[in-house]
């Protein structure tokens, strides 16, 4: 069977502190995306405070991640 390539390797991450999407798989093979604030990167690890949450990621589940602009501005409702 083929060795897996090591992800740390593919995928490239900003300071912490920066706001990223991160695509990771789920144990049912499927994948799925955390945005949001970039909390702290590691070896094995990266952690995400998003939407859902503090999420800890796995880097060995990582299969793409970028730097994403900042969340747009709610702009305030006029009078009605």
């Known amino acids: 069977m083929p060795e897996q ?16 999407v991160v695509r990771y798989l789920i144990p049912s093979g499927e994948a799925t995306d ?16 998003g939407v859902r949450g503090v999420e800890r990621i796995l880097v060995t589940t ?8 900042p969340r747009p501005q709610r702009r305030p409702r006029g009078p009605e």
Do not use: C, T, W, Y
């Open 5 to 20: 390539p090591d992800r740390r390797n593919l995928v490239r991450l900003p300071a912490p502190g920066a706001r990223v």
């Open 62 to 69: 990582i299969v793409a991640a970028k730097e994403v602009p």
């Open 34 to 49: 955390a945005l949001g604030e970039l909390l702290s990167v590691d070896d094995q690890a990266v952690v995400v405070d």
